[in-house]
C-alpha cells in the first residue's frame, strides 16, 4: 500500500511547483549572485584545432555538469529504490573557476551560460578560424561589499 501511495504521490507532483505570491518575494528582496558577462575570443594562427577547437571544448566542460545521474527525480528513485538506497543529490556539479583580469582575480565562479558562434569563419577543412565566445560567469551565492574588496587585491 505503500508503494501506490507514494506513487499517486509523485504523478500528481508533477509538473508542480512550490513557488506561490507569498513566498517568491524573496527573489525580488534577496540578493542574487553576482554576474559577469566576458566574451572569450579565439584566433587561430597556425593550428584551428589547437587554438580554437580545444580551448573552446574545455570551456564547455567546464560549463556543464561533471556527471548527471540517468536515475532521474527523487520521487521516481524513491518509488524504486525505497528511501534507504535514494541519494538526495546524484549528480556531481560544475567545475569552479576562478578568473584573473586586469587587477583582480574572481572566484569561486561557474559558467552558468556560454555560446558558440557556429557562423564564425572556417578553414577549408571545416575548422574554426575564429571564434568568439560569449559566456555569463557567476558567482556561487550573493557577495557584499567586504566580499567584493577581496577581488580587488
Same mark, same amino acid.
Given at each position: $500500500?505503500?508503494?501506490?501511495?507514494?506513487?499517486?504521490?509523485?504523478?500528481?507532483?508533477?509538473?508542480?511547483?512550490?513557488?506561490?505570491?507569498?513566498?517568491?518575494?524573496?527573489?525580488?528582496?534577496?540578493?542574487?549572485?553576482?554576474?559577469? &558577462?566576458?566574451?572569450?575570443? +579565439?584566433?587561430?594562427?597556425?593550428?584551428?584545432?589547437?587554438?580554437?577547437?580545444?580551448?573552446?571544448?574545455?570551456? $564547455?566542460?567546464?560549463?556543464?555538469?561533471?556527471?548527471?545521474?540517468?536515475?532521474?527525480?527523487?520521487? %521516481?528513485?524513491?518509488?524504486?529504490?525505497? +528511501?534507504?538506497?535514494?541519494?538526495?543529490?546524484?549528480?556531481?556539479?560544475?567545475?569552479?573557476?576562478?578568473?584573473?583580469?586586469?587587477? %583582480?582575480?574572481?572566484?569561486?565562479?561557474?559558467?552558468?551560460?556560454?555560446?558558440?558562434?557556429? &557562423?564564425?569563419?572556417?578553414?577549408?577543412?571545416?575548422?574554426?578560424?575564429?571564434?568568439?565566445?560569449? $559566456?555569463?560567469?557567476?558567482?556561487? %551565492?550573493?557577495?557584499?561589499?567586504?566580499?567584493?574588496?577581496?577581488?580587488?587585491?
Amino acid at each position: $500500500m505503500f508503494g501506490s501511495d507514494l506513487q499517486r504521490l509523485a504523478h500528481g507532483l508533477e509538473g508542480r511547483t512550490a513557488i506561490t505570491k507569498l513566498n517568491s518575494t524573496q527573489v525580488f528582496v534577496g540578493a542574487t549572485p553576482a554576474k559577469f &558577462n566576458i566574451t572569450a575570443l +579565439f584566433r587561430a594562427w597556425k593550428d584551428p584545432v589547437k587554438e580554437v577547437h580545444e580551448p573552446f571544448n574545455q570551456l $564547455m566542460k567546464w560549463a556543464l555538469p561533471v556527471e548527471l545521474s540517468d536515475e532521474g527525480s527523487l520521487a %521516481a528513485r524513491l518509488l524504486q529504490d525505497g +528511501f534507504k538506497y535514494a541519494t538526495t543529490f546524484p549528480s556531481v556539479a560544475p567545475v569552479l573557476l576562478a578568473v584573473k583580469y586586469k587587477d %583582480a582575480t574572481y572566484w569561486p565562479l561557474v559558467i552558468e551560460s556560454i555560446s558558440k558562434d557556429t &557562423n564564425a569563419p572556417v578553414d577549408k577543412n571545416g575548422k574554426f578560424v575564429e571564434l568568439s565566445v560569449p $559566456m555569463q560567469l557567476t558567482t556561487l %551565492a550573493a557577495i557584499d561589499r567586504g566580499d567584493w574588496d577581496k577581488y580587488l587585491y
